[in-house]
């Protein structure tokens, strides 16, 4: 097998879709993908089967989820531009606004689609502040002192993000926020949008708090439709990345084993989060065992220390496990390495090679 190469694997991502739409059911919500940490289109037919719409972030999801999931998208950015507001309407049916100055700018041309507002609960225990949408400070959403108490009739619906991979007991936490700050707007609404972040896919995930939760909100505000927009948790624990050792070389007792892979490039979030990957048939140890080295000339391209049950050879792989979410859609060619190639291990144990990539797509890029 050529490396390196993302594989997702059929089973797995069914497996998640599965959980997904009986959480959705049972709580009589929307679960929809977030394509900013999914976006592998050639693996849209299977999520059809399960959901129904996807959420967009720039014109370009927002037309991919039009032209390739074959759905209008729920869409929310930071900042709409002249040049691309038009196009991005035509590709949703829902469209949220992150100010009230955005949504001064450009409302009137938001014909035909259900218009939101993000709001800023200003509560959040994403401990990462690179990752908390709610840090003090934050660009995102408007808080409810800023709000008027009759907010303009075309606003159908309230948006917020407030979570990073986090469980249903700090959703039960954060909402009891929301509510507090909010709920006396929620009369003039049609839904609410409680973001990402919700990974009910994690093997410790309290689906039937979440479950609890969410029927509990509907009881209380039965006019309110409840979206919910994960990313991760579709792909959570879908398929490894599959690398190879090109080269073992030590300095000052340290031996680093140089990838055919980025952490850079191919694993961005491991530098940015950070956080170790699990490699698999290693275990990660403070000091001795490799260092795991990419291969860009980026000194830091390098990533902890592991320890193998036997010597490391030229040649040998090295996978990283759990590689699916956020990974193919932040993967960048820095110092012109190519992306892994993408390949679906089928339930019959086929694998199909969905993307390759080479020079061309390196070039492309600085046409």
């Excluded at 709610?134 to 907010?151: E, N, S, Y």
């Excluded at 309230?158 to 707007?185: M, P, Y």
């Excluded at 000052?252 to 892979?261: E, M, P, W």
Aim: proline content about 5%.
């Amino acid at each position: 097998m050529a490396t390196p190469i993302y594989i997702i694997e059929e089973k797995k991502l069914r497996r998640n879709l599965t959980l997904i739409a009986d959480v959705a059911a049972k709580a009589d919500i929307e679960i929809i993908l977030a394509f900013k940490a999914f976006a592998l289109w050639k693996t849209f037919p299977i999520f059809l089967e399960y959901i129904h719409s996807t959420t967009a972030s720039s014109m370009s999801e927002a037309r991919l989820a039009f032209e390739e999931f074959g759905a209008p998208a729920h869409t929310y950015s930071p900042a709409y531009t002249d040049e691309e507001f038009d196009e991005i309407v035509r590709c949703s049916s829902h469209l949220t606004f992150n100010s009230l100055s955005q949504y001064e700018r450009f409302h009137e041309r938001a014909k035909g689609v259900s218009i939101g507002l993000r709001i800023n609960p200003e509560y959040s225990e994403v401990e990462t502040l690179l990752y908390n949408p709610c840090a003090p400070g934050t660009r995102f959403g408007v808080t409810a002192d800023k709000l008027p108490a009759q907010l303009p009739s075309d606003i159908e619906g309230f948006h917020c993000h407030c979570h990073c991979e986090s469980g249903a007991d700090v959703f039960q936490r954060t909402l009891e926020h929301i509510e507090e700050k909010f709920s006396n707007w929620f009369p003039q609404l049609k839904w609410i949008n409680f973001g990402g972040g919700h990974l009910m896919t994690r093997k410790d995930y309290d689906v039937a708090l979440l479950i609890r939760l969410m029927k509990d909100f509907r009881q209380r505000y039965p006019w309110l439709k409840v979206i919910l927009e994960p990313g991760s948790t579709f792909a959570w624990q879908t398929g490894p990345l599959v690398s190879h050792v090109v080269d073992i070389v030590e300095d000052k007792g340290i031996r680093t084993a140089i990838l055919d892979v980025s952490f850079t490039c191919h694993m961005p979030d491991c530098l940015e989060m950070p956080y170790f990957p699990n490699v698999r048939g290693a275990k990660h140890v403070e000091e001795g065992g490799y260092r795991l080295g990419g291969n860009s000339c980026l000194s830091g391209d390098y990533m902890g220390y592991w320890r193998f049950n036997h010597k490391l050879q030229v040649g040998e792989e090295v996978i990283f496990e759990d590689m699916i979410h956020y990974t193919t859609v932040k993967t960048n060619t820095f110092n012109g390495i190519s992306h892994p190639s993408i390949g679906m291990l089928h339930e019959d144990g086929r694998l199909e090679i969905l993307r390759e990539f080479g020079y061309e797509d390196y070039r492309n890029r600085m046409d």
